[in-house]
């Protein structure tokens, strides 16, 4: 879906136009989840906070500047739905974000994961985790990163580099 295209529905939405929400559900609604099944293997929790990002989306289509793409924003509410839940979490269990398994299933993406990669990932801080994911895997570019991170697009350049050199240290250990 083209930015003119999705700029059009969203215009659609605001007079009132459901099935124009409908469009823009349909065309987000699987990448949305296998991004966020990469933080939970519960699929009811990746459930919720898709539905989660959804209707804030939904609600708060009149903060949609447009600028980027509706997908990038839609990200942006779906881990600030997850970080709210992990937080909540944290504050009554002790569970923080790093605790959480990341998915192996991957359908729509030639990067292979292995349980020593996953391993590696996991022992990452979520803003590298995260960065990683989102540039690697999900091919957002930095200045989408930084747009849902709320952090500065050298910031992820950054993050990106390190954690990639922290990863190939890691790999060439593994093979001594």
């Known amino acids: 879906m083209t930015m003119l295209e999705e700029i059009n529905l969203v215009k659609r939405i ?3 136009d459901q099935n124009a929400f409908k469009e823009l559900y349909k065309a987000n609604i699987t990448p949305l989840f296998m991004f966020m099944k990469q933080f939970s293997k519960d699929d009811v929790r990746v459930e919720e906070w898709v539905q989660r990002a959804f209707i804030k989306a939904y609600e708060n289509i009149d903060q949609f500047d447009g600028i980027s793409l509706f997908k990038t924003w839609l990200f942006k509410i779906a881990i600030n739905e997850m970080k709210m839940d992990f937080r909540n979490a944290n504050s009554s269990k002790n ?8 998915s192996s299933e ?3 993406s030639d990067f292979q994961w ?3 990669m996953k391993d590696w990932l996991m022992q990452l801080s979520e803003t590298k985790r995260m960065v990683f994911i989102l540039y690697e895997v999900e091919g957002y570019s930095h200045a989408e990163i930084s747009g849902m991170m709320n952090i500065k697009e050298s910031t992820s350049r950054t993050i990106l580099t390190r954690t990639k050199a922290w990863l190939k240290t890691k790999w060439i250990e593994s093979e001594k």
Do not use: T
């Not at 569970?95 to 990341?102: F, G, K, L, Y």
């Open 14 to 16: 605001r007079s009132g």
């Open 95 to 102: 569970i923080s974000i790093d605790e959480v398994e990341i």
């Open 106 to 108: 991957m359908e729509d």
């Open 114 to 116: 292995d349980q020593v």
